[in-house]
């Protein structure tokens, strides 16, 4: 609740021109970030399957990755760009949809990927954690 009066205050204090486009793009790109978040929260979680540790970190690794999505990756090395954009996209979160909502055409076209990434994410973390559950041993009788 209180993040949808913010993203509607943000956005009504914004100059940004609403087209049609625009405007059937935003709630596709919230639930597609939504999607990615959750996929790589399941996809993290699902090691559990095979790191029988009480203290999972891979969990709090992603979590904590996910920090760097509140930035604008072009502050980050190339090598940090690749990592948040290729291996953990948590640029399509908030980077590339932004990107393509205030309409900067160098980044624009990510932004339009970024419901095709959070459909792989999801496959990838379900497709992770049913082979996690196919090895699962349980440690009770």
Known sequence: MTGGIL??????????????GRL????????????????LTLGAASSAFWIRNPFNM?????Y?????AK???????????ALI??????AF????????????????LPGLLTPLVAVYCLFMA?????IGLRNYESSGH
């Open 24 to 39: 059937v793009m935003v709630p596709i790109l919230i639930a597609s970030a939504a999607m990615i978040r959750i996929a």
């Open 64 to 68: 904590q990755l996910g920090e760097f």
């Open 85 to 90: 954009v290729v291996a953990i996209p948590f």
């Open 71 to 81: 930035y604008p990756i072009t502050i980050y090395s190339v090598a940090v760009q």
């Open 93 to 108: 979160v908030s980077f590339f949809p932004t990107a393509f909502l205030f309409g900067m055409d160098a980044w624009s």
């Open 126 to 130: 379900i497709t992770v954690f049913r």
């Open 7 to 20: 993203f509607g205050v943000s956005l009504s204090n914004v100059p940004l021109e609403w087209t049609p």
């Open 58 to 62: 891979m969990t709090m690794f992603v």
